[in-house]
């Protein structure tokens, strides 16, 4: 069983920045791969990054070059430093501990609750 805590929301103006964090519970962390995911009001969810327990990342092409995922193995924790934010970045984030499939593409596994992330002026 992994559990996931999010923090790091917030409202931020556009072309502000934040960091999210997620602690993780569990001595499996490092092995699991980790993903961000988002949903904004009235859609679905999205995969937004993901790491690898080796630390290869992949991004959805609209935060390319805006967004940043990486891990501490030792504080069993996942971060998504997100740069440059547009109003559409609106959502709520979500942390998730999963694993990569033999097809390449990440399995979701364990949800955090979620955090806020509200970018307006």
């Known amino acids: 069983q992994v559990q996931l805590v999010e923090s790091g929301g917030g409202l931020v103006q556009p072309g502000g920045s934040l960091r999210l964090s997620c602690a993780t519970s569990g001595s499996l962390f490092s092995i699991h791969a980790m993903g961000w995911y988002r949903q904004a009001p009235g859609k679905q969810r999205e995969l937004v990054a993901t790491?690898?327990?080796?630390?290869?990342?992949n991004y959805a092409d609209s935060v390319k070059g805006r967004f940043t995922i990486s891990r501490d193995n030792a504080k069993n924790t996942v971060y998504l430093q997100m740069n440059t934010l547009k109003p559409e970045d609106t959502a709520v984030y979500y942390c998730?501990?999963?694993?990569?499939?033999?097809?390449?593409?990440?399995?979701?596994?364990?949800w955090g609750q979620g955090t806020q992330v509200t970018v307006s002026s």
């Open positions: 998730n501990a999963g694993v990569i499939r033999l097809d390449k593409n990440y399995e979701p596994g364990y």
């Open positions: 790491i690898t327990s080796g630390g290869s990342t």
